[in-house]
């Protein structure tokens, strides 16, 4: 999909499933660097919405490459994030507190979901997708009339991933390294 956060909806029920396993961060990286090739096709003539990095080779490469740069940057980030959501007014602790290290399982994790689900929701609704390049450039994936379902269906899981998450969060406290 070219640059929209409905990806973002399975995810956070991924995130809500596996808190600590789960890099939400290393995923959305993962989003951005594949909806690049989807920016490229907008602004300048001669190049497709999605090409190699929407197939299901590409865009586990590009969730890999965001799992090792994400870590790195993030990490380096975690302290300065959590010192300025700190100074946020009525921002809850727990929040801040599920701004930890991220892992390399993590990191991975979250990349290659992010890559391999980015493939495989956009194949489903667009028909110049190719899941499957190099071997072939065809999308047995794609499905009439799957558009609107497809981002409805993904809103709700955020809105409930969102609410399991912090369900959980207060639940059962840091207190064990988990990833946001
Ligand atoms: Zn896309």
Not at 162 to 173: E, G, I, K, T
Request: glycine content about 10%; aromatic content about 8%; some cysteine.
């Amino acid at each position: 999909m070219p640059l929209t956060p409905f990806h973002l909806g399975p995810a956070l029920v991924v995130k809500a499933a596996a808190r600590r396993h789960f890099s939400l961060r290393v995923f959305a990286l993962a989003q951005i660097l594949i909806d690049l090739e989807s920016a490229r096709g907008m602004f300048f003539s001669g190049y497709r919405l999605h090409g190699p990095l929407h197939s299901l080779v590409g865009a586990t490469l590009a969730g890999l490459l965001a799992a090792v740069l994400g870590r790195y940057v993030f990490n380096a980030l975690n302290s300065p994030l959590r010192a300025f959501l700190r100074r946020v007014e009525g921002m809850p602790a727990l929040l801040v507190e599920e701004v930890v290290p991220i892992t390399w399982t993590a990191a991975i994790i979250g990349g290659a979901v992010g890559g391999i689900s980015h493939a495989l929701l956009d194949a489903v609704i667009h028909p110049d997708v190719m899941p499957f390049w190099p071997s072939s450039t065809s999308n047995p994936l794609l499905t009439d009339g799957s558009f609107y379902p497809m981002h409805y269906g993904c809103a709700l899981l955020g809105l409930v991933g969102d609410v399991a998450w912090l369900v959980l969060a207060r639940v059962s406290p840091r207190g064990t390294s988990r990833s946001l």
